[in-house]
């Protein structure tokens, strides 16, 4: 009997397309840089089951000159990354993990602003694309979220230009009753 051409080997996972076998099946990690604004600066995708800190390298490459703070969670607490940030002058505001042998102080208040970036995950996951990954590849589902990451841009800014002309007392509007 001669098989079908899709149905001959075994399925496999490219090494490309960030889909990771974790607890809840096949995932994918978004790791995200967003600046004070909530606005997306710089996005990877990984596997589900991979190191948050891994990819800490390739994100701080892309960070401004300007920053002066980087705020994580306690995926990204290594001794190198804290090394880094500290060799180019930025406060590390990232919580310790529990097995840290010596704690740091973290500013409770500076921790609070990572709301952005939640914030952010939260607006490009109402994106239905992104919260489902219909994508198998990952560059197709980087584009899906570079897209959503637009549209939650143009979304504030129409939002900004419209209450920053309503302060000013510019408002034109048509209104019409029968």
């Not at 549209?151 to 034109?172: C, D, E």
Request: hydrophobic share 45%; glycine share 6%; with cysteine.
């Amino acid at each position: 009997m001669k098989a079908h051409p899709q149905a001959a080997g075994q399925k496999t996972i490219r090494q490309d397309a960030a889909l990771g076998r974790s607890k809840g099946g096949l995932t994918t990690k978004l790791h995200a840089v967003v600046d004070a604004l909530g606005n997306l600066v710089h996005v990877h995708l990984s596997a589900g089951q991979e190191s948050d800190c891994k990819y800490f390298a390739r994100m701080a490459a892309r960070l401004p000159a300007s920053v002066q703070v980087v705020v994580a969670d306690k995926g990204y607490d290594t001794n190198a990354i804290v090394a880094h940030l500290a060799e180019r002058q930025i406060a590390a505001v990232i919580p310790a993990k529990k097995n840290r042998k010596q704690g740091r102080v973290l500013d409770e208040n500076l921790y609070e602003d990572r709301n952005k970036v939640e914030r952010f995950f939260l607006k490009i996951k109402q994106n239905r694309a992104v919260a489902t990954r219909y994508d198998k590849k990952a560059a197709c589902f980087l584009a899906v979220i570079h897209l959503a990451a637009i549209m939650h841009w143009l979304a504030r800014i129409a939002v900004h230009t419209l209450y920053s002309s309503f302060r000013v007392g510019v408002w034109v509007g048509v209104a019409r009753f029968s």
